[in-house]
């Protein structure tokens, strides 16, 4: 199958090892990924709060692109996904609004989204369009861990989750036990880290993100799996201060849902067996 790859406004800059695992996943899957050379950034919910206009032009422009090769978006940021389906999803209510973004977007790139072009998220497309059975069989490498799954809130509403359940999903969960894991079940896998706010409000931000990885340590997880970019970075780089200001215990392993299922698939065994090490060193 193929789909247009929209990596999201952080998988080729603060997140490589993103970029780096997705390729060879989709490969092995049959998943051929057509890039989108002038896509660009969807305001990651940032621009929105200034101008939520500017921000459904950029997406719609994406989309745009996407429809002229007669394709869907596909992404594995939540945030990415949901900006994405907010776009089509008000401008197939309000056709005035869809008639002026357009007209923006005509201006600047001499192309219009006529809504036939929809955002998958890199999770929805490995369960529902490539199966569990068949992932399951192509695992080289079961994971054998206690695994925590972050959705965060933003892809978790009706008709951005596809066929999962907006408010207990179980799509993560499926993809864990089907490449060898064990999900851990939590409060606050679909809870809010705060991320539009870390460089404006970074206290709470800090006080969100510790909450998650608490709960989820607390749970029994040794490890968390996200399936947002942008979130990732609260959970994962940001956990050590998150931990002193609040003083709760936030350290945990934390991954990106295509790196999980990359390791799982046999590649880059290197990066699973260091993976294992932290899991053990932080669990003990």
């Known amino acids: 199958m193929q789909v247009a790859y929209y990596p999201g406004n952080v998988a080729r800059g603060a997140m490589m090892e993103v970029e780096d695992c997705i390729q060879p996943l989709c490969k092995t899957l049959g998943i051929n990924l057509i890039e989108l050379p002038k896509a660009t950034s969807d305001g990651g919910n940032i621009i929105r709060q200034a101008s939520p206009r500017l921000q459904h032009a950029l997406a ?9 090769k007669g394709l869907d978006i596909m992404t594995s940021c939540a945030t990415s996904h949901s900006i994405h389906c907010d776009t089509a999803t008000t ?3 309000d056709p005035l609004l869809a008639s002026q973004l ?7 790139s001499n192309i219009e989204y006529m809504g036939e072009s929809k955002s998958r998220h890199l999770l929805h497309l490995l369960i529902e369009e490539i199966g569990l059975d ?11 861990m206690d695994i925590a799954a972050y959705y965060g809130p933003y892809m978790q509403r009706d008709g951005f989750c596809s066929e999962d359940d907006a408010f207990n999903p179980s799509y993560l969960e499926n993809l864990i036990i089907a490449l060898g894991g064990t999900p851990v079940e939590y409060d606050s896998k679909c809870q809010s880290v705060g991320s539009p ?7 709470t931000a800090m006080k969100m993100t510790a909450a998650v990885l608490s709960d989820a340590k607390q749970s029994g997880a040794e490890l968390m799996v996200s399936a947002c970019t942008i979130s990732h970075a609260n959970l994962d780089s940001y956990q ?10 936030t350290t945990m392993p934390v ?8 390791f799982a698939l046999g590649h ?8 294992r090490t932290r899991v053990k060193i932080i669990g003990g």
Do not use: W, Y
Not at 197 to 203: D, G
């Open 255 to 262: 991954i990106h849902l295509a790196e999980l299922v990359a």
């Open 197 to 203: 706010s870390l460089l404006t409000n970074e206290k």
């Open 134 to 144: 068949k992932i399951k069989d192509a695992v080289l490498n079961p994971l054998g």
């Open 60 to 68: 719609a422009r994406n989309l745009a692109l996407a429809e002229e």
């Open 268 to 275: 880059f065994p290197d990066r699973l067996a260091q993976l």
């Open 240 to 249: 050590v201060r998150a931990g002193k200001v609040t003083g709760k215990d």
């Open 91 to 93: 401008m197939a209510a």
């Open 102 to 108: 357009n007209n923006l977007i005509v201006r600047s």
